[in-house]
């Protein structure tokens, strides 16, 4: 698994999935749940990972989506 992205705006990160999903591509996000430990506050940002083998196509549909990535 690859990095894709990291985010603390959970907008983003269901927007990146549901891209994904439209093209395909399984993702995974890590950190999801972490806000439980850090009381809601949204200061640790949230992984959004992809195979590696689908990490350039993703890639680019984010990029086509105005979707920042992670380098």
Same mark, same amino acid.
């Given at each position: ?6 985010? &603390?705006?959970?907008?983003? #990160?269901? $927007? *990146? ?10 993702? $995974? #996000?890590?950190?999801? &749940?972490?806000?439980? %430990? ?5 200061? %640790?940002?949230?992984?959004?990972? #992809?195979?590696?083998?689908? %990490?350039? %196509? *993703?890639? *680019?549909?984010?990029?086509? &989506? ?6």
């Amino acid at each position: 698994m690859k990095e894709l992205l990291r985010t &603390n705006d959970p907008t983003i #990160v269901a $927007f *990146a999935t549901a891209l994904l999903e439209g093209e395909g591509i399984e993702c $995974f #996000v890590l950190d999801a &749940n972490i806000s439980v %430990l850090e009381g809601s506050i949204g200061i %640790l940002p949230r992984r959004m990972m #992809v195979s590696a083998r689908d %990490l350039f %196509l *993703a890639r *680019a549909v984010m990029r086509d &989506n105005g979707v920042s990535v992670s380098t």
